[in-house]
Each structure stands twice: as structure tokens, then as C-alpha cells.
């Protein structure tokens, strides 16, 4: 990949606006980004193999996992500004761009390394002036579930977009409510009836 920042920096965007892990980012080619659709049928890791660092791509943890996420409306022209970018560093390493490169790729043109891009979204805290303060790239999955329940998306469709087996999963582990959204849950029944 170009050392562009802004290239550097997308990568953490497009995740957070599809809604997908960073080892599925990391995994998409062009061809999984098609008519505003992003498909999520891989995901890659970096682990030793008899001895060796290298890049292990798999299918998603569950059938559920695979799915199509819709490319959010305005991020559509930043994706296509990455492109390009891509293509002209993909061009400048002599290397051929066409549906099967990746969208996130080092800059060999390989799998980029997931703690590498881990420590992009660590630089775009910084940059953005946001403390660390426990936040990860996967904060952002409960931020989408939280902001979603909050906007009354039903949690049917919140499953679908983070690829979960289960419901259970999305409304125990990824929707955080304050104790405000409570007292309004509360509230919002309570002015239905006349207690006075």
C-alpha cells in the first residue's frame, strides 16, 4: 500500500462503516465490492505455521458470517478515492490491478499484517485527539450495535449486519446501554398511561 495517509487511515473508516472485523477487511478483494455490496466470504490471519509467519485466509467463523454488508452512502466516494490510490501503487510496484488485488494491501501488495493496521487505528486516535482509554477496533462493532439500538433498529437486522449466529450474542455482548437509555426505555412506557 502507498504510505498516503489517507489511504492508511481508510482502512480503519471502512471497517467501522461496513460493520465487519478487521481480519474480513483485511481479506477483501475487488471483486468482493460490487453495487454498493461488500461480500464477506474470507478473513485472514497472521500466525506461525511450522515455524513461519505467514497469512492463513479462512472462510468467516460461522455461515452466518458470510454475508453482504451495504457499503454506507457516504463513504462510497472515499472508497473510490482509495481506489484509485491503489491502483496508481499497485502500478508503481509493477504489479498488475484488476478484480482478485486487495483493498487493503501492504505495500508489497501482500495481506496486510493485522497488527499493522491494528496500529493505523491507533495513529488515527491520536491524530483524531481520542485517548486510547481501552478503545480497539472491535469498540467499534459495540458502538454500531449500541448506536443502533439506541435508533431502534430492530436487533434482527443489527445480527445480519455483524454476521452473528445468534440474536443472544448482539444483545448481550454488543449493545452497552447507558443507564439514560434506560430511564428513557422507562419513561417512553410510562407517558402511555395517566398516573396522576
Known amino acids: 500500500m502507498s ?8 482502512t480503519g473508516l471502512f471497517g467501522f ?14 471483486k468482493d465490492v460490487q453495487d454498493g455490496l461488500v461480500s464477506v466470504v474470507k478473513s485472514v490471519k497472521h500466525l506461525s505455521v511450522d515455524g513461519a509467519y505467514q497469512s492463513v485466509v479462512s472462510t468467516p467463523k460461522t455461515r452466518s458470517s458470510i454475508r453482504k454488508v ?7 466516494s472515499l472508497l473510490d478515492k482509495h481506489i484509485e490510490l491503489e491502483r496508481q501503487a499497485a502500478r ?3 504489479q498488475t ?3 482478485d488485488s486487495l483493498v487493503f494491501p501492504s505495500e508489497t501488495g501482500k495481506y496486510r499484517d493485522h497488527k499493522n493496521a491494528l ?17 480497539y477496533i472491535h469498540t467499534l462493532r459495540d458502538t454500531f450495535a449500541t448506536m443502533n439500538a439506541r435508533n ?13 449466529a445468534s440474536i443472544v450474542m448482539t444483545a448481550d455482548i454488543y ?22
Open 70 to 76: 451495504p457499503i454506507a452512502s457516504n463513504v462510497k
Open 92 to 94: 508503481s510496484r509493477g
Open 152 to 164: 431502534g433498529t430492530p436487533m434482527s437486522v443489527t445480527k445480519e449486519l455483524l454476521g452473528h
Open 3 to 10: 504510505k498516503n495517509p489517507a489511504t492508511i487511515d481508510f
Open 119 to 135: 496500529m493505523s487505528f491507533d495513529r488515527l486516535l491520536k491524530r483524531l485527539g481520542i485517548p486510547k482509554d481501552g478503545r
Open 17 to 30: 462503516s461496513l460493520i465487519i472485523l478487521y481480519g474480513e477487511a483485511l481479506a477483501l478483494c475487488y
Open 97 to 99: 490491478f484488476n478484480e
Open 175 to 196: 449493545t452497552h446501554l447507558e443507564s439514560e437509555d434506560r430511564r428513557q426505555a422507562v419513561d417512553s412506557v410510562s407517558e402511555k398511561f395517566n398516573f396522576d
